[in-house]
T-cell receptor, first 109, second 116 residues
Framework: QQPVQSPQAVILREGEDAVINCSSS?????VHWYRQKHGEAPVFLMI?????EQKGHEKISASFNEKKQQSSLYLTASQLSYSGTYFC??????????FGTGTSLTVIP | GAVVSQHPSRVICKSGTSVKIECRSL??????MFWYRQFPKQSLMLMAT?????????EQGVEKDKFLINHASLTLSTLTVTSAHPEDSSFYIC????????????FGPGTRLTVT
């Protein structure tokens, strides 16, 4: 089951914040976050394994809710280099892995 | 860090021919490799999960006789697109999971296939 991401696309000015959400219809084993630039392979950002977990650093962080069905990626004080398409990847208890629908993020000066 | 290579990076072939794409984990052993296909402006769609020494597990809707996957060693998996057609043109990406148990997937740089 492909997880659903929201929003589909967002445009930010440098320095603004963004939140990208990833939602699954059932409880997950883990959630991964990736950023993909045009024509390139995805780059791993982070993985969350525990319900209620929050991790990352000041600029890019993520959370995983207690029920392990929703995750959010937080981008703070965005930079031009943050532009790209962000995907969550979810793994269920049967070790099935699926990428989310993607969120296109554009940061403008 | 873990490195995964793919070869070739770009291939153009005629309709009806077969194309083989290699995916190698260069500095780690991978019991599991994944093959994805990505059409323009779309998400990565998992095609199959490849486990070393056993048959690949294909996702629903992916023809196993058309997309042959072989995972002969802990560092190499191959995807062969047989009798390719223009609709098979896509970006094919592999990823590998470290045998040591890390949950992270390490992605190859991708292969752009164009079938004319």
């Amino acid at each position: 089951q492909q997880p659903v991401q929201s929003p589909q696309a967002v445009i930010l000015r440098e320095g603004e914040d963004a939140v990208i959400n990833c939602s699954s219809s059932k409880a997950l084993y883990s959630v991964h976050w990736y950023r993909q630039k045009h024509g390139e392979a995805p780059v791993f950002l982070m993985i969350l394994l525990k319900g209620g977990e929050q991790k990352g650093h000041e600029k890019i962080s993520a959370s995983f809710n207690e029920k392990k069905q929703q995750s959010s990626l937080y981008l703070t004080a965005s930079q031009l280099s943050y532009s790209g398409t962000y995907f969550c990847g979810t793994e269920d208890t049967g070790n099935q892995f699926y990428f989310g629908t993607g969120t296109s993020l554009t940061v403008i000066p | 860090g873990a490195v995964v290579s793919q070869h070739p990076s770009r291939v153009i072939c005629k309709s009806g021919t077969s194309v083989k794409i290699e995916c190698r984990s260069l500095d780690f052993q991978a019991t599991t490799m994944f093959w994805y296909r990505q059409f323009p402006k779309q998400s990565l769609m998992l095609m199959a999960t490849s486990n070393e020494g056993s048959k690949a597990t294909y996702e629903q809707g992916v023809e196993k006789d058309k997309f042959l996957i072989n995972h002969a060693s802990l560092t190499l998996s191959t995807l062969t697109v047989t009798s390719a057609h223009p609709e098979d043109s896509s970006f094919y990406i592999c990823s590998a999971r470290d045998i040591q148990g890390s949950y992270e997937q390490y992605f190859g740089p991708g292969t752009r296939l164009t079938v004319t």
